[in-house]
């Protein structure tokens, strides 16, 4: 009897777990404020709802100390399971190894031709490594529509180019009290990358870099000058937009009402919601070269010394999936790089004439932000660099010859580094 009661104390030891078994645990980290915060713990609830298996736990912090702390994680060897990654600084850590090579899942797995995709947020050697989650797109036009209709201006379309665009400012660039400065500005194009500097260079047929991105051409490339000229001379030839030295200690110019119009990306459509004044979106205007302007996209990648690596899979498919991308797309997180969801972004009348930019992907109009090694480093010296000639301490020329030659110097550093 005792030896009875002990074999079934035994058994039912040994099945317990199988009854009772606990999840395995995915850790997710990623960077954001409340609001972007708020919507991610939904997707990640809504996984974790729909999982017997697979519990995942969201970690978030701020942008700069996200990537100290995963720097930290990583060298310690506990990196999280799945982490968000900016093209900024996937070459470097793809390039040591911190990703786990996903090519076969996403090949097996993922439609690509479903998603808006850049593949240099992505893959790196011929092997992808990320899943891109959203996009991001910069050179919009955002207008004040008070401000046109007071001063019986057109509402800007397709059909402007440079010339109508300068010649919209110019009326709606008003001195009222005639003391040199406008209470009105007509135009503010900002000077870091997404939001005009690199749609201005490529519309005047310009570039940033070379094709094979070793080399700043900024200067040495007559286009590109021809670019940069442009954004110098609507600040001190034509005065229809302030000096960089005006706008320190202005965070967004055109939320105080008295910007007509101004470029940016599409993630300050969140914080235009609430303004006090009618405002209307419409892509860049066209410049020598056409009209271009940028893409940007966030991916999801997995710790290639992860625990987990197929239950941290599921939960990428599940992000970039239609219920994740509807969650993030609802909740105004991020615009949802599968094609079936990003319209629900643009659910609001207001905003709905900005799904017409998407055409201008398929047409290869949307150029990526020439992700390199180091690319934070040459992109911040770019743009403090030329800052100088916003600033009207210096002429642009001088400004990009400068440019050039220290983001040049930056690269070969990154590149040799990333090659030995």
Same mark, same amino acid.
């Given at each position: 009897?005792?030896?009875?009661?002990?074999?079934?104390?035994?058994?039912?030891?040994?099945?317990?777990?199988?009854?009772?078994?606990?999840?395995?645990?995915?850790?997710?980290?990623?960077?954001?404020?409340?609001?972007?915060?708020?919507?991610?713990?939904?997707?990640?609830?809504?996984?974790?709802?729909?999982?017997?298996?697979?519990?995942?736990?969201?970690?978030?912090?701020?942008?700069?100390?996200?990537?100290?702390?995963?720097?930290?994680?990583?060298?310690?060897?506990?990196?999280?399971?799945?982490?968000?990654?900016?093209?900024?600084?996937?070459?470097?850590?793809?390039?040591?190894?911190?990703?786990?090579?996903?090519?076969?899942?996403?090949?097996?797995?993922?439609?690509?031709?479903?998603?808006?995709?850049?593949?240099?947020?992505?893959?790196?050697?011929?092997?992808?490594?990320?899943?891109?989650?959203?996009?991001?797109?910069?050179?919009?036009?955002?207008?004040?529509?008070?401000?046109?209709?007071?001063?019986?201006?057109?509402?800007?379309?397709?059909?402007?180019?440079?010339?109508?665009?300068?010649?919209?400012?110019?009326?709606?660039?008003?001195?009222?009290?005639?003391?040199?400065?406008?209470?009105?500005?007509?135009?503010?194009?900002?000077?870091?990358?997404?939001?005009?500097?690199?749609?201005?260079?490529?519309?005047?047929?310009?570039?940033?870099?070379?094709?094979?991105?070793?080399?700043?051409?900024?200067?040495?490339?007559?286009?590109?000058?021809?670019?940069?000229?442009?954004?110098?001379?609507?600040?001190?030839?034509?005065?229809?937009?302030?000096?960089?030295?005006?706008?320190?200690?202005?965070?967004?110019?055109?939320?105080?009402?008295?910007?007509?119009?101004?470029?940016?990306?599409?993630?300050?459509?969140?914080?235009?919601?609430?303004?006090?004044?009618?405002?209307?979106?419409?892509?860049?205007?066209?410049?020598?070269? =056409? +009209?271009?302007?940028?893409?940007?996209?966030?991916?999801? /990648?997995?710790?290639?010394?992860? #625990?987990?690596?197929? *239950? $941290? !899979?599921?939960?990428?498919?599940?992000?970039?999936?239609?219920?994740?991308?509807?969650?993030?797309?609802?909740?105004?997180?991020?615009?949802?790089?599968?094609?079936?969801?990003?319209?629900?972004?643009?659910?609001?009348?207001?905003?709905?004439?900005?799904?017409?930019?998407?055409?201008?992907?398929?047409?290869?109009?949307?150029?990526?932000?020439?992700?390199?090694?180091?690319?934070?480093?040459?992109?911040?010296?770019?743009?403090?660099?030329?800052?100088?000639?916003?600033? =009207? +301490?210096?002429?642009?020329?001088?400004?990009?010859?400068? /440019?050039?030659?220290?983001?040049? #110097?930056?690269?070969? *550093? $990154? !590149?040799?580094?990333?090659?030995?």
């Amino acid at each position: 009897m005792k030896r009875f009661i002990f074999l079934l104390i035994t058994l039912i030891l040994i099945g317990l777990p199988l009854f009772g078994q606990s999840k395995i645990e995915i850790v997710y980290m990623r960077w954001g404020d409340l609001k972007e915060i708020e919507i991610e713990k939904k997707i990640v609830e809504s996984f974790n709802q729909s999982q017997n298996k697979i519990f995942v736990r969201l970690e978030s912090t701020a942008w700069g100390a996200y990537w100290q702390q995963l720097q930290n994680r990583i060298a310690a060897g506990n990196a999280p399971d799945v982490m968000l990654i900016s093209g900024a600084y996937f070459i470097d850590l793809a390039s040591k190894g911190v990703f786990l090579d996903i090519t076969d899942w996403m090949n097996k797995e993922i439609n690509l031709k479903n998603y808006y995709y850049t593949p240099e947020v992505c893959e790196w050697n011929g092997k992808k490594y990320a899943m891109v989650r959203d996009i991001t797109i910069g050179g919009v036009m955002y207008y004040n529509k008070d401000l046109f209709d007071k001063y019986k201006v057109r509402y800007p379309d397709w059909t402007w180019n440079w010339n109508k665009w300068l010649d919209a400012a110019k009326k709606l660039t008003i001195d009222e009290n005639k003391d040199g400065t406008p209470e009105i500005w007509g135009l503010y194009i900002p000077t870091w990358g997404e939001g005009g500097l690199y749609p201005i260079i490529w519309s005047a047929g310009g570039e940033i870099l070379t094709k094979d991105r070793r080399a700043c051409v900024i200067y040495s490339n007559p286009k590109s000058l021809e670019g940069l000229k442009f954004m110098y001379d609507i600040r001190y030839k034509y005065k229809v937009c302030p000096s960089e030295s005006f706008m320190q200690g202005l965070a967004d110019p055109f939320m105080t009402g008295n910007f007509a119009m101004t470029t940016g990306i599409t993630s300050f459509i969140v914080g235009y919601k609430k303004l006090p004044f009618r405002w209307g979106i419409a892509p860049i205007p066209s410049g020598p070269a =056409g +009209r271009h302007m940028t893409v940007n996209q966030l991916s999801l /990648a997995i710790y290639s010394k992860s #625990k987990y690596p197929r *239950e $941290a !899979w599921e939960f990428i498919k599940f992000a970039v999936g239609p219920k994740g991308q509807e969650i993030m797309g609802k909740g105004y997180q991020a615009i949802p790089a599968l094609k079936t969801k990003t319209r629900v972004y643009f659910d609001e009348e207001n905003i709905r004439p900005a799904l017409k930019i998407f055409e201008l992907y398929e047409k290869g109009q949307l150029k990526s932000l020439n992700f390199t090694p180091s690319w934070l480093e040459w992109n911040n010296m770019l743009e403090t660099t030329l800052g100088y000639a916003w600033q =009207g +301490r210096v002429d642009i020329e001088k400004a990009a010859k400068t /440019a050039e030659e220290r983001v040049n #110097k930056i690269l070969k *550093e $990154a !590149w040799d580094k990333l090659n030995k």
